[in-house]
């Protein structure tokens, strides 16, 4: 079966430090993977999504980078963080190839606060 | 572009009784729909979908939503809730024939169950 880990489970950090958020999947091969924050009090933004290793694509001009070293590896960065950096950031995988009708699977999260 | 209205923010129900969580969507194209479901410090998971056929689709615990195409609404039902029910549910949208997914979240609507 298929997990989706993502660590720290949670991060304070001092404005103007760097960020680094790690996702990693188990159990399959190739898949569409997803980085989203979650703010309090809004919806899910979507950031940034990748189909293939290397291959990433912004939704949302930030200072916040993504990248997918390996097949099942999503590494969400920052040179320097900002107050408005806090949230809560999720991480998901979908079956690659399978069109837009799938179920999207989330990570357990990593709530971020930025002091 | 797609946009998703959950206009309320929190629903407080009492156990055993009916609640109807409401998903007005807004899109140019067609679109596959799904409602979320968040547990505290949790991540997402999926509830149901909506993607052809029947327009009453049921879901896994109890839940049930209707699709309605002239009134754009994708409302969330249940007959009887209970306290385990209390979380966040998200409503989303997928436009149709895309070969990848990119979900569209309302801001969400907590349901607070008590006793």
């Known amino acids: 079966s298929q997990t989706i880990h993502q660590w720290p489970a949670t991060l304070v950090q001092p404005v103007g430090s760097p960020l680094s958020l790690e996702c990693t999947v188990e159990?399959?091969?190739?898949?569409?993977l997803y980085w989203y924050r979650q703010a309090a009090g809004r919806g899910l933004q979507l950031l940034f999504y990748?189909?293939?290793?290397?291959?990433i694509s912004s939704e949302v001009p930030q200072n916040l980078s993504a990248s997918r070293p390996q097949d099942r590896q999503f590494i969400l960065s920052s040179k320097k963080l900002l107050l408005s950096d806090s949230g809560f950031y999720l991480c998901?995988?979908?079956?690659?190839?399978?069109?837009?009708?799938?179920?999207?699977?989330f990570g357990p999260g990593t709530r971020l606060t930025v002091l | 572009a797609q946009s998703v209205t959950q206009l309320d923010s929190q629903v407080p129900v009492f156990e055993e009784a009916p609640v109807e969580l409401r998903c007005n969507y807004s899109?140019?194209?067609?679109?596959?729909l799904f409602w979320y479901v968040q547990y505290p410090n949790q991540g997402l998971q999926l509830l149901l979908k909506y993607l052809s056929g029947s327009t009453l689709v049921k879901g896994i615990n109890g839940f049930e939503a209707e699709f309605n195409k002239s009134q754009t609404s994708f409302h969330l039902r249940k007959p009887s809730v209970h306290i385990s029910d209390t979380a966040e549910y998200f409503c989303a949208v997928s436009e149709m024939n895309t070969g990848f997914q990119k979900l569209v979240f309302g801001t969400g609507t907590r349901l607070l169950v008590s006793p």
């Open positions: 998901a995988w979908t079956l690659p190839g399978q069109g837009s009708y799938n179920e999207q699977f």
């Open positions: 990748s189909v293939g290793i290397g291959q």
């Open positions: 899109s140019s194209v067609s679109v596959y």
């Open positions: 159990g399959t091969s190739n898949p569409n």
